[in-house]
């Protein structure tokens, strides 16, 4: 398998020089231009050595909110020898809660400030692993013996009573769509084919998504078992954790658990289960680009319809869904459909994973009654706002889910609730944002994310991500007309209509919502080159 194969290269050389890959074109027969576009598109991959120290920094919104720019500066300042340093901005590293963040040498480095970066560069960290911490929605008191799958498996419940159960439970999908999860495996299950596959869609890499890493990092057992239960009902033959590569706490946790139940003889006559590094790429958690990257090819998404729940992995049915959907199947399954129901406030049901960073007191991932609001979230379980910050503006599901104002705050985290107002629950990733920032920098920001990771597939987005990032930036400097707000309204329905994935679709939300929100304040940097909160550049080059 190309990827795999190239990854090898890579572990073993540091890098992937040119004669190897003409080597390894010629043992396999796989036509040169073939590995470079694979190789060239992955971020993981390295064509060129790599220096002592390799910096990947993140300068996505939480970061950027805390200073990571400025950190960028300072060691690009430096000035060392690109052999000695080199210091990339990347796009969202996962580790929100901990901003700045950064991989030093592929590992992760957390609360960075100049000082601690700087003994970080000196010398560089080593993996440590957090302690395991039990988490709430956990049926087993000690280590799991995966009584359920094999009560599954052994036909004592049946594959229909566990669909009917998870129908009952109305579980939906945790991984942006919410698609119902009883559902989806009952379509899977019911599509025709002798060899079906089920993939857990672990490659979380939206700007504030970090309930994933902790759900595998705490619970990997929950997961495990979830997808056994999914590919014993769908009839699958090998399931696959699909892991961004950048989550070796993850990997693991869920290496070790999958091995100690093996040794323990508890997966007898359980599918094959492995892992799948994703080579990275936020458009690789999109679950048909996920598929090409887990066939070998770019990951550049496929036009749906077919869905993968009939042509998915080599055309085959594949059940895809997140880490925390299969976390949840688990759990309902163990508990029962009325241990999950009578969970939840104001009309969301069941006990959800949510992540929380920003301007908070205590950012972390926490496991909340869905349906809570925004504000109690904010203030039960994050302590509230940092001192000295007012609530500013809010983001309640990613990068994807736009911005609504502190009047919004009441709003209950549930999908309905939050579609009803033009958002969405999307990746479980609520950021709070105190007074001191400008909403179109930070939309701006996200913008840049969005373009940075657009696959470049299809035109309107390779195209319209770039227009709305020009334009955008345009403000912040103070130029800019009132013709860019026309352009805005036939830009952003279109990308929304016409682009192949929910990338493109979703990506002008930042700048469409808070020019919704605080028009003023938008309009402020060209109409009068002020930026109210005097944070943008209006004027400069
Ligand atoms: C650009 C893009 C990125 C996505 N990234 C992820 C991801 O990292 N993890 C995930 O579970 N779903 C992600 N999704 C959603 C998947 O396409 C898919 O809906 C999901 O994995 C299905 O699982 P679920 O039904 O359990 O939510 C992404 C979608 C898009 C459009
Ligand atoms: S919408 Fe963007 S990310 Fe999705 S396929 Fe088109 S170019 Fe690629
Ligand atoms: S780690 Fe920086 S925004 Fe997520």
Redo the contacts with the bound molecule.
């Keep these: 398998m190309l990827i795999d194969d190239l990854k090898q290269i890579q572990a073993r050389c540091g890098f992937l020089p040119e004669e190897e890959i003409r080597a390894y074109s010629d043992r396999t027969n796989t036509p040169l231009y073939q590995i470079q576009a694979v190789a060239s598109f992955y971020p993981h991959f390295r064509l060129e050595p790599p220096p002592r120290v390799e910096v990947h920094l993140c300068t996505d919104l939480k970061c950027h909110m805390r200073g990571a720019d400025a950190l960028l500066d300072a060691v690009r300042a430096l000035g060392r020898s690109p052999e000695e340093l080199q210091i990339h901005p990347c796009s969202c590293l996962g580790q929100c809660d901990g901003g700045p963040a950064a991989l030093i040498n592929d590992v992760p480095a957390r609360h960075l400030d100049l000082e601690s970066l700087l003994g970080l560069i000196e010398e560089p960290p080593s993996l440590v692993f957090p302690e395991a911490r039990k988490v709430g929605i956990d049926p087993y008191p000690g280590a799991s013996d995966y009584r359920l799958w094999r009560s599954v498996h052994q036909g004592e419940r049946p594959a229909e009573q566990v669909i009917a159960d998870l129908k009952e439970s109305a579980l939906r999908g945790m991984g942006g769509a919410g698609f119902p999860a009883g559902t989806k495996w009952e379509l899977v299950r019911g599509a025709a084919g002798a060899v079906k596959y089920v993939v857990c869609n672990a490659d979380e890499s939206e700007p504030g998504t970090i309930k994933d890493r902790h759900i595998l990092e705490n619970a990997p057992h929950l997961v495990l078992e979830g997808m056994l239960l999914g590919a014993e009902v769908v009839g699958a033959g090998e399931a696959i954790l699909y892991l961004r590569h950048e989550y070796p706490g993850p990997r693991l946790a869920f290496a070790r658990e999958l091995e100690r139940a093996e040794r323990a003889g508890l997966l007898a006559g359980a599918p094959r289960v492995r892992i799948f590094d994703s080579p990275g790429g936020y458009?690789c958690g999109?679950e048909t680009a996920l598929l090409e990257a887990l066939e070998g090819r770019r990951a550049?998404?496929r036009n749906k319809p077919p869905f993968p729940g009939t042509h998915g992995l080599w055309a085959r049915p594949t059940l895809i869904n997140n880490v925390e959907t299969f976390a949840l199947a688990t759990a309902i399954l163990a508990h029962g459909v009325e241990w999950y129901s009578s969970q939840g406030r104001h009309g969301g049901t069941g006990p959800k994973f949510l992540g929380l960073s920003g301007d908070v007191n205590r950012p972390g991932v926490y496991e909340v009654p869905l349906g809570i609001t925004l504000r109690d979230f904010i203030e039960e379980y994050g302590g509230g706002m940092l001192p000295g910050r007012e609530l500013y503006a809010l983001s309640p599901g990613g990068a994807s889910s736009g911005f609504l104002p502190p009047s919004m705050a009441d709003t209950p985290l549930e999908f309905r609730a939050l579609a009803q107002v033009g958002s969405m629950l999307g990746s479980g990733a609520v950021v709070a944002i105190g007074t001191g920032h400008c909403i179109l920098d930070l939309s701006l920001n996200l913008l840049r994310f969005f373009k940075n990771?657009?696959?470049?597939?299809?035109v309107?987005?390779?195209v319209g991500?770039e227009k709305l990032l020009r334009m955008a930036d345009g403000w912040r400097h103070g130029r800019g007309s009132e013709a860019d707000l026309e352009v805005l309204e036939e830009l952003a329905p279109a990308m929304a209509d016409a682009?192949?994935?929910?990338?493109?679709?979703i990506a002008p939300a930042p700048l469409t919502s808070a020019l919704k929100y605080w028009p003023d304040e938008i309009l402020a940097h060209f109409r009068e080159r002020r930026c109210p909160a005097g944070v943008c550049p209006v004027g400069g080059g």
């Design positions: 458009i999109e550049e998404p990771e657009s696959c470049g597939k299809c309107p987005c390779r991500t682009s192949i994935c929910g990338l493109g679709q």
